[in-house]
């Protein structure tokens, strides 16, 4: 049987591995071959590692991005996963209403997501302004504070990712057998029980898939800061997270080998990171 499942699998993944090769495997390589070399191309070791790290604005830059994806991934995981198991519990024609409404802001690009989140913010021209100066917000420049742009940036990323991890979500939910369900009713469990003693535990593994990837993308955290830096006419720095330092090192000081440094230590994070989910969850055990 094994030896007939991989033929079968193979158109599936054949068509990719092109993209795979040329736009992500080619990419790192060259990265790394830049990362441990100089400028003239001869072996360095770890030196642009050191200059990276001890250039002041490094240890900034990660701490705003480790703030910003945690706070971003803690409330993925406790709304989307809360909001999911709500719309599976009561499945009818509002929870497919509510699961498009939910989708509908994945539609905005992440530049224009930013724009009208600007907006929003901007107690001058915000709908929602009573609630800024609720909050003691009267300007703008209150708005996009150092201090709060992790929860921003957090918030923006929410509100644009979450509808579509709502449906991937949910449509977990729907693999799970209709009888386990009917006999945790029988044995006089409520809704609530069956969501976390039964649903949760199932779905677990899609809670990793979508941890690992959301943390991914959280750490290469670019064009928010970017367009904010432009709108605050430069009151936000255009190094504030470790994407913008490593485009500023190689787009303006031409330093290409520490620019491909800070990547590769993002690539670590990551992958680092993917591990310990993946071992902690069992993502790629078979369930017998």
Do not use: C
Request: aromatic content about 14%; proline content about 5%.
């Amino acid at each position: 049987m094994r030896g007939r499942r991989v033929p079968r699998g193979l158109p599936f993944i054949l068509p990719y591995l092109p993209f795979l090769i040329l736009f992500g495997i080619a990419p790192m390589l060259y990265a790394l071959d830049l990362a441990f070399t100089g400028a003239d191309g001869s072996w360095t070791g770890f030196h642009n590692f050191a200059r990276t790290f001890t250039d002041y604005r490094f240890v900034p830059a990660f701490e705003h991005i480790l703030l910003y994806t945690g706070v971003w991934l803690g409330t993925l995981i406790v709304f989307v996963v809360g909001l999911a198991l709500l719309l599976h519990g009561r499945a009818n024609r509002v929870s497919s209403a509510f699961r498009f409404l939910f989708y509908m802001p994945g539609a905005l690009a992440g530049a224009a997501s930013v724009l009208v989140w600007l907006f929003m913010l901007d107690p001058a021209v915000s709908p929602g302004s009573f609630l800024l100066r609720m909050f003691g917000v009267d300007l703008f420049v209150q708005s996009i504070a150092p201090g709060n742009l992790p929860f921003v940036f957090a918030m923006i990323a929410f509100w644009t990712g979450a509808g579509g991890w709502i449906v991937v979500m949910y449509g977990a939910l729907n693999t799970i057998s209709r009888d386990l369900e009917e006999a945790a009713r029988i044995d006089g469990a409520g809704p609530f029980t069956i969501a976390l003693r039964l649903k949760l535990p199932l779905i677990r593994k899609w809670i990793a898939y979508m941890t690992i990837l959301s943390f991914a993308t959280g750490t290469q955290l670019f064009i928010e800061p970017q367009l904010v830096n432009e709108a605050s006419l430069g009151l936000v720095p255009d190094t504030w997270s470790s994407n913008q330092l490593a485009y500023q090192l190689a787009f303006r000081y031409g330093d290409f080998n520490a620019a491909a440094a800070i990547a590769v230590d993002l690539l670590m994070i990551g992958l680092v990171a993917a591990v310990l989910i993946v071992t902690r969850t069992g993502l790629f055990r078979r369930e017998d």
